[in-house]
């Protein structure tokens, strides 16, 4: 990693990475540099932000026994004991070992709506599991996203989020203090209403709306 790289982020949140253990901030420093390179908005009207880096879709390389883990909408949300088993079997199906580590990761990803981060997941697990280390959540998450288990969302100007809702959906960004909300409803446009219009394949969509939360918007009338 560059100096000047690190240079940027110390300025950024100096308070924070003083906080921080040297594997944290190395790892944390060279997850926010590979955000910076694969970001890349390409349709921003509307309020509505789309962005091809960080495919939010159904992954186009699903097996026959992956497939049945998908879900096409979220008119019925799955529940966290759903998640949990989808999650384990689609590891267990691939031949990933379940340690009680990365059993203590699902679980949280599982009952956390919330798009966590991975330091957010970090500090809960560390509860019941005190000497995992950051890599090791990091490590978990990768092969979870790379078998299209869960979704990673990439940001340029805060840390990557994790949703376990791998349908095409809506997310709702707060501007202010982070919240990723999942919108009940369909997205914009199809696949196929892209492809009958221009003769273009999509093969995946990333919908977001940036605005301000509940919360937030009552303190910002203030």
Excluded: W
């Amino acid at each position: 990693m560059s100096s000047g790289a690190i240079k940027v982020l110390q300025t950024e949140r100096p308070r924070k990475l003083l906080q921080q253990d040297s594997e944290v901030f190395l790892v944390s420093a060279l997850r926010r540099q590979r955000s910076f390179a694969g970001v890349v908005d390409s349709f921003h009207s509307s309020g509505v932000r789309e962005l091809n880096a960080s495919f939010h879709h159904k992954p186009a390389n699903l097996d026959k026994r992956q497939e049945r883990f998908y879900t096409p909408n979220m008119k019925h949300p799955p529940k966290p004991d759903e998640i949990e088993r989808r999650l384990i079997t689609g590891l267990r199906e691939k031949g990933y070992k379940l340690t009680p580590q990365r059993r203590e990761i699902i679980n949280i990803l599982s009952n956390d709506t919330a798009h966590p981060g991975a330091m957010d997941i970090l500090k809960k697990v560390r509860n019941k599991a005190p000497q995992i280390s950051l890599s090791t959540v990091y490590y978990t998450l990768d092969i979870l996203k790379n078998e299209g288990l869960i979704h990673e969302l990439e940001f340029y100007d805060r840390d990557n989020r994790y949703d376990i809702n791998i349908s095409n959906h809506i997310n709702l960004i707060c501007k202010k203090c982070g919240k990723i909300e999942d919108f009940p409803g369909e997205v914009p446009l199809s696949f196929t209403a892209v492809k009958e219009k221009t003769d273009f394949q999509p093969v995946g969509i990333r919908f977001e709306y940036y605005g301000y939360c509940k919360a937030c918007g009552i303190r910002k009338k203030r």
